[in-house]
Nanobody, 115 residues
Framework: QVQLVEFGGGLVQAGGSLRLSCVVS????????MAWYRQAPEKERELVAR???????NYAESVKGRFTISLDHTKTTVFLQMDSLKPEDTAVYYC?????????WGQGTQVTVSS
């Protein structure tokens, strides 16, 4: 079992920055990948950024060059640094972990970017 708790959402003006954190507990040794997803009102949940066990990363085209996903040295916290935020980044952001093919999700944190 893996538990995820997100922190760091909030309201920010366009062009501003936020950093999201996701604290992981439980069977972290079994994790294969961690990621951030987001879901805007009336839209499907979409992948924002992913980091795998060798620390390689991939990003949605819409956030490349603006967002950075990283993992602390203990692999118990995953971060999403979000810069140059746009109103279209407004969504609930969810932390995700994959362990032996099973997905685990955090409760979500709201990010609102005002124009």
């Amino acid at each position: 079992q893996v538990q995820l708790v997100e922190f760091g959402g909030g309201l920010v003006q366009a062009g501003g920055s936020l950093r999201l954190s996701c604290v992981v507990s439980g069977n972290i040794a079994s994790l294969n990948a961690m990621a951030w997803y987001r879901q805007a009102p009336e839209k499907e949940r979409e992948l924002v950024a992913r980091i795998v066990s060798d620390r390689s990363t991939n990003y949605a085209e819409s956030v490349k060059g603006r967002f950075t996903i990283s993992l602390d040295h203990t692999k118990t916290t995953v971060f999403l640094q979000m810069d140059s935020l746009k109103p279209e980044d407004t969504a609930v952001y969810y932390c995700n972990a994959v362990s032996w093919g099973q997905d685990y999700w955090g409760q979500g944190t709201q990010v609102t970017v005002s124009s």
